[in-house]
């Protein structure tokens, strides 16, 4: 078994039978960088996801959005989810339905149960982390609005990411 398939501990463990020099510090050193490294990614994480929802805010401020409702998005990913993605994917979307649950996500994302008008089907939209306030003044049954900057289907299954809810009427920011 190499050194890439041991963990950092079998590692030191085995650098200390083999060598002195790891009983001076190297193996905390390997321990210490790793820490660092892996903070300094998870905070360019957190610099990259602020800048991703700037353009997002603009690209959904500023894009015409595709207009669809619930159904006929379940409709077109059950028919043939290739041809929906061709008419879905890239492009924004406004996509019309009733709340269902409303609950936090993932990083405090709030996330939206769409319902279609008839209940025959459901899509989660998962809202920009600053529409937290309006999703939670939201209530089951309301008739909501979303625009979203993108839509993803895993086993046919659609779901729309990086969503706003509107300020007032079929206004969004």
Same mark, same amino acid.
């Given at each position: 078994?190499?050194?890439r398939?041991?963990g950092?501990g079998?590692?030191c ?6 060598d002195?020099?790891?009983? #001076?510090?190297?193996c905390?050193?390997?321990a ?7 903070a ?10 602020r800048?991703d =929802?700037?353009e997002?805010?603009g690209?959904l401020a ?8 619930v159904?006929?998005?379940?409709t077109a990913y059950s028919?043939? &989810?290739? /041809?929906?993605?061709? #008419?879905f =994917?890239?492009?924004v979307?406004?996509? @019309?339905?009733k /709340? ?8 405090g994302?709030p996330?939206? /149960?769409l &319902?279609?008008? =008839?209940g025959s ?10 529409? #937290?306030?309006?999703?939670s003044?939201l209530?089951?049954g309301?008739?909501?609005t979303?625009?979203?900057a @993108?839509?993803t289907?895993?086993l046919?299954?659609?779901t729309l990411? =990086?969503c #706003?809810?509107?300020v /007032?009427?079929?206004?969004f920011?």
């Amino acid at each position: 078994m190499g050194v890439r398939a041991r963990g950092i501990g079998q590692y030191c463990a085995m650098a200390k039978q083999q060598d002195e020099s790891a009983k #001076r510090g190297g193996c905390g050193k390997v321990a210490g960088i790793a820490v660092i490294v892996l903070a300094g990614v998870w905070v360019l994480g957190g610099i990259a996801q602020r800048f991703d =929802d700037a353009e997002t805010a603009g690209k959904l401020a500023s894009e015409p959005a595709v207009q669809a409702t619930v159904a006929e998005i379940l409709t077109a990913y059950s028919a043939n &989810e290739l /041809a929906a993605k061709d #008419r879905f =994917d890239g492009k924004v979307l406004e996509v @019309r339905g009733k /709340a269902g649950m409303i609950i936090e996500g993932f990083g405090g994302k709030p996330i939206i /149960a769409l &319902e279609s008008a =008839d209940g025959s089907g459901t899509i989660n939209a998962g809202l920009l982390p600053d529409e #937290r306030s309006r999703a939670s003044a939201l209530t089951k049954g309301q008739d909501v609005t979303v625009r979203c900057a @993108r839509i993803t289907a895993s086993l046919t299954d659609p779901t729309l990411l =990086d969503c #706003r809810l509107p300020v /007032a009427a079929n206004q969004f920011m």
